[in-house]
């Protein structure tokens, strides 16, 4: 929420993968350089009523599967789509993240803007759908939204006091890759089997990356 008594706002994620989180932490962060305060949350602990007392809903979400809403926003959708309360008072933007090579692409976040105008709300920027690599569009429409949170505070950012220095463990660049040697190769299959599952090792020393257990990779 804002520290200013007449600018109240939600930012809030749907994720499969991390990216929407990881777009809404950075938007949440954007905002607090300009005296607005924001925790990024998931969809799903979104509650109707919040929408009700809040002035601007900023959500950035993905799609998953075949054009369905992640598991942290599912129960948020759901409510969502059987709730008639209207939103009139409501500023709303949303990034949506997706993969064009499947055919309802971006559609969560398509389903969500739409829902949103349909209960009333205004949309402070147009959607944005992201194939692929989201980084810099994410960084183009929060500078897209930080100005008009700017304007609507008069023009006068007021600064926050600065926050401890977090130390990142990796780039917040996911599409800069890292070369990494390939140390193990081995077919888990028999080699009467028709389908083919190896078993890959990867020495990430050098590299500056930190590996734990439920991570991924792409490769």
Not at 154 to 166: D, I, M
């Amino acid at each position: 929420m804002s520290g200013q008594a007449d600018l109240a706002l939600i930012v809030a994620y749907g994720t499969d993968m991390g990216n929407a989180e990881d777009a809404a932490m950075t938007f949440a962060e954007a905002v607090a350089e300009i005296g607005i305060e924001a925790e990024a949350v998931e969809l799903n602990q979104v509650e109707l009523g919040q929408l009700g007392d809040a002035t601007h809903f900023v959500v950035v979400v993905s799609t998953f599967g075949e054009g369905e809403f992640p598991d942290s926003a599912t129960l948020f959708w759901e409510a969502i789509s059987a709730d008639t309360d209207r939103l009139e008072h409501l500023n709303f933007a949303v990034l949506a993240l997706g993969d064009s090579s499947y055919e309802l692409f971006c559609n969560a976040g398509k389903l969500l803007d739409e829902r949103l105008e349909a209960l009333g709300a205004h949309r402070m920027v147009d959607r944005v759908d992201v194939d692929g690599f989201y980084e810099e569009p994410a960084k183009q429409w929060t500078a897209d939204i930080v100005k008009i949170l700017t304007a609507q505070q008069g023009g006068a950012a007021t600064p926050a006091a600065p926050s401890p220095a977090v130390e990142r463990t990796e780039p917040r660049e996911r599409n800069n890759p890292a070369v990494a040697r390939l140390t193990a190769n081995r077919r888990l299959n028999s080699p009467a089997s028709d389908k083919e599952v190896r078993h890959y090792e990867i020495d990430l020393t050098g590299t500056g990356i930190t590996y734990q257990a439920g991570d991924s990779i792409a490769v």
